[in-house]
């Protein structure tokens, strides 16, 4: 096992690894108390060695790790790597990329939903992961031996679970599937949120233009702060107080402090003020800039039968194609199509047109109908 804790050997690793078809990436990391996540280990892998790497050790360049990520010609695969590619973005301002996300490619081969990384590797390699070390405090050093073969494990049994899913890909032709769903983890804009769009990810039942208007300035402003000071937005204020706040506007600090969660010393301090700032922000917004949330319109009556037809046939077309249902259709899209046959979804276009759209729509124009043989629903030609 290479423990890498030094510039000159990163330099190293990273030259003989930018020499291979591909390489395999994990990281270990913290977030409980921050903002952005600590990186506290980074694993990686070629076909012919592996190493574990220790961003915490003092001194240590990442700048050679950091140009194998945008190496072109080398293959990163991930597993559900979401949260370490935003990781990377936030160190670079870069994805990594070109780009491999196992857990993506598993459904593609119907392997279920989300599948999760030690179930994949059982039912790939037969061989079992250790779990024990699971919830380390990653931060901590001296590292055990356990812990770092733990650690190891995730980068070393990746290798054959991507083999694996490249073959199967490869077999069924469905690379260029894979492929489109890469574009979503290369885009910056799934690992950065403007802090002015923060409102989106509050639920709140108010659609009215000037709650909305004073939520958006409300939540730009705890946004901007969580970033300044490197914390989770609820350390600053939760969104229940945010949520109070947009409804019932306090004009000053002492009714500041009546909301729930906010203290006296809060609301007399700089926070509180930059707080009513942002709140005087949200209600002297002009009507006309404030905030839509377009109206669901209800679906037309009757429609729920036809739905519940598509849901069999999506579920029906997945298992007999081997796919997940996620990759396929969701719900809402499944409604848009039962609504309307040339709704701008995507589940009636490309390769989800060919598995499922172009059959969801003979089902509404009559052209195949359900039967039952054996206990078993079977579809029909009626064309």
């Known amino acids: 096992m290479q423990i890498i804790t030094?510039?000159?050997?990163?330099?190293?690793?990273?030259?003989?690894?930018?020499?291979?078809?591909?390489?395999?990436?994990?990281?270990?990391?913290?977030?409980?108390?921050?903002?952005?996540?600590?990186?506290?280990?980074?694993?990686?892998?070629?076909?012919?060695?592996?190493?574990?790497?220790?961003?915490?050790?003092?001194?240590?360049?990442?700048?050679?790790?950091?140009?194998?990520?945008?190496?072109?010609?080398?293959?990163?695969?991930?597993?559900?790597?979401?949260?370490?590619?935003?990781?990377?973005?936030?160190?670079?301002?870069?994805?990594?990329?070109?780009?491999?996300?196992?857990?993506?490619?598993?459904?593609?081969?119907?392997?279920?939903?989300?599948?999760?990384?030690?179930?994949?590797?059982?039912?790939?390699?037969?061989?079992?992961?250790?779990?024990?070390?699971?919830?380390?405090?990653?931060?901590?050093?001296?590292?055990?031996?356990?812990?770092?073969?733990?650690?190891?494990?995730?980068?070393?049994?990746?290798?054959?679970?991507?083999?694996y899913l490249l073959k199967e890909l490869e077999k069924s032709g469905r690379s260029e599937w894979l492929a489109s769903e890469m574009e979503i983890l290369l885009s910056p804009e799934t690992y950065f949120m403007p802090p002015e769009k923060a409102w989106r990810k509050i639920k709140a039942r108010n659609n009215k233009p000037r709650f909305l208007a004073i939520l958006q300035a409300t939540a730009e402003w705890r946004e901007k702060q969580a970033h300044q000071q490197d914390i989770p937005r609820n350390r600053i204020l939760r969104d229940?107080?945010?949520?109070?706040?947009?409804?019932?506007?306090?004009?000053?600090?002492?009714?500041?402090?009546?909301?729930?969660?906010?203290?006296?010393?809060?609301?007399?301090?700089k926070m509180g003020k930059g707080l009513l700032t942002a709140i005087e922000k949200g209600r002297s917004l002009p009507d006309d800039q404030c905030p839509q949330v377009p109206q669901r319109t209800p679906p037309p009556k009757g429609l729920g039968p036809m739905m519940d037809l598509l849901k069999v046939l999506l579920k029906m077309r997945c298992e007999e194609e081997g796919v997940a249902q996620k990759l396929v259709c969701n719900t809402s899209d499944l409604e848009k199509i039962a609504a309307n046959s040339k709704a701008d979804v995507p589940a009636l276009k490309g390769w989800r047109f060919e598995l499922f759209g172009k059959h969801a729509l003979a089902l509404k124009s009559g052209k195949v109908a359900f039967t039952v043989e054996h206990n078993k629903i079977r579809i029909i030609d009626l064309s």
């Open 6 to 163: 030094t510039t000159e050997k990163l330099s190293a690793l990273c030259d003989r690894l930018a020499h291979h078809a591909y390489i395999t990436i994990d990281t270990e990391f913290l977030r409980e108390n921050t903002f952005w996540p600590i990186l506290c280990l980074v694993q990686i892998a070629s076909e012919d060695e592996s190493a574990i790497i220790d961003p915490l050790e003092k001194g240590i360049d990442l700048s050679p790790l950091f140009e194998l990520l945008q190496n072109e010609r080398v293959l990163k695969v991930f597993h559900a790597g979401r949260q370490d590619l935003e990781i990377f973005h936030h160190l670079t301002g870069n994805v990594p990329a070109p780009l491999f996300d196992t857990q993506v490619a598993a459904m593609v081969c119907g392997f279920g939903e989300s599948v999760g990384y030690d179930t994949l590797v059982t039912r790939v390699t037969g061989k079992g992961i250790d779990k024990s070390s699971r919830f380390t405090d990653w931060s901590r050093r001296p590292l055990t031996d356990r812990q770092l073969q733990y650690a190891e494990a995730d980068v070393t049994h990746l290798r054959d679970v991507y083999k």
């Open 240 to 269: 229940e107080a945010l949520l109070e706040i947009s409804a019932n506007p306090p004009r000053n600090a002492e009714k500041l402090s009546h909301v729930r969660g906010i203290g006296k010393k809060f609301a007399d301090g």
